[in-house]
């Protein structure tokens, strides 16, 4: 329960446009990396909605 209240907390601070150009790459590679390593495409499933992708 510890671990949700800090997740909650955190959320909390979090304010929209606030990553930095260097956080912003790293998601962009992280990304990039997920989709390149993903062994089915997407199948339209809806399964994890709302996609980012």
Known sequence: ???VEDNI???KEGKA???TEKELE???FA???FKEKMKV???GCRYCMP???
Do not use: Q, V
Request: overall charge neutral; aromatic content about 0%; glycine content about 0%.
């Open 51 to 53: 996609c980012s992708i």
């Open 31 to 33: 990304k990039k990396t």
């Open 9 to 11: 907390n955190t959320a």
């Open 17 to 19: 446009n606030s990553l």
């Open 26 to 28: 790293l998601m962009d």
């Open 1 to 3: 329960m510890e671990h």
């Open 41 to 43: 495409n997407c199948t």
